[in-house]
């Protein structure tokens, strides 16, 4: 791929929908691609993350409902699918409403949905508007393999929505180096640019930290930092792609 694209992805509390400051931001940005964190409609008082299942029908209006407003891409975070009684952990991808495909979770947690969680069995990239994008959802990072394998599939851009446990006296250090072993080397290995897109708040009573970040191969290119890791944000980074080199400026918005 070489080209310029805007690439928006929102930070922010499992359960709620897009704030209007940042809907004005999103409209007036027109971003391509627009990116939502892993389990985002699981609600505040949800138990579970399976309670979300019950719900499948109507996220996935509203996310064809934003994909078509702002005639972007969508990266629509993650659901819980029942498929014949098996639990996936399902991300689904829109362009202007329209469903490209969805990509299920390969590496689950153990206790992930109580444990009900199945693990998906194939690497994915999507091809829309010349761009081959491919999505991981949160764990599959701590797994080498994810990186070589769907790196066999070509991608142009990476996505990565997540939610990360909040790590008590975890040092800023041990972020830092965690994110250049996981992501820079990760997109290295890709050799794609990933985005990871972090929960903040909670989700089933756990506290969660947003740990968003953007990285090309070899280097994290931009973080969220400690002292932001409880907030709302709106990343936009515009990014150039050329067959040498990676260029990006990147914006963050929060309230």
């Known amino acids: 791929m070489?080209?310029?694209?805007?690439?928006?992805?929102?930070?922010?509390?499992?359960?709620?929908?897009?704030?209007?400051n940042y809907r004005d931001i999103l409209r007036e940005e027109r971003p391509d691609i627009l990116a939502l964190p892993e389990y985002y409609f699981v609600g505040y008082n949800d138990n579970s993350v399976l309670a979300s299942c019950s719900r499948r029908d109507a996220i996935l209006k509203r996310l064809g409902e934003i994909s078509s407003e702002m005639n972007c891409i969508l990266i629509g975070g993650s659901v819980v699918e029942n498929?014949?009684?098996?639990?996936?952990?399902?991300?689904?991808m829109f362009d202007s409403g329209r469903i490209l495909g969805h990509y299920d979770k390969i590496h689950p947690y153990d206790n992930e949905g109580r444990?009900?969680?199945?693990?998906?069995?194939?690497y994915k990239v999507f091809a829309t508007r010349g761009i081959r994008i491919g999505i991981?959802?949160?764990?599959?990072?701590?797994?080498?393999?994810?990186?070589?394998?769907?790196?066999?599939?070509s991608p142009d851009l990476i996505f990565v929505p997540t939610t990360s446990p909040y790590r008590e006296n975890e040092s800023d250090m041990v972020k830092f180096n965690r994110d250049n072993r996981l992501y820079a080397i990760g997109a290295e290995r890709a050799r794609a640019a990933?985005?990871?897109?972090?929960?903040?708040?909670?989700?089933?009573?756990?506290?969660?930290?947003?740990?968003?970040?953007?990285?090309?191969?070899?280097?994290?290119?931009?973080?969220?930092?400690p002292e932001f890791e409880d907030k709302?944000?709106?990343?936009?980074?515009r990014l150039e792609i050329s067959d040498e080199e990676h260029s990006l400026d990147i914006q963050v918005h929060r309230e």
């Open 232 to 237: 709302s944000a709106l990343i936009i980074t």
């Open 136 to 153: 991981m959802i949160c764990a599959d990072v701590l797994y080498p393999d994810s990186f070589s394998n769907i790196r066999g599939l």
């Open 2 to 20: 070489n080209g310029k694209l805007v690439i928006a992805m929102l930070q922010d509390r499992t359960g709620s929908d897009i704030r209007e």
């Open 194 to 225: 990933i985005f990871k897109v972090c929960a903040s708040g909670q989700i089933a009573g756990h506290r969660l930290q947003a740990r968003s970040l953007v990285a090309t191969p070899g280097r994290v290119e931009w973080r969220n930092q």
């Open 83 to 92: 498929i014949n009684g098996a639990f996936y952990n399902r991300s689904y």
């Open 115 to 122: 444990g009900l969680i199945k693990p998906g069995y194939e």
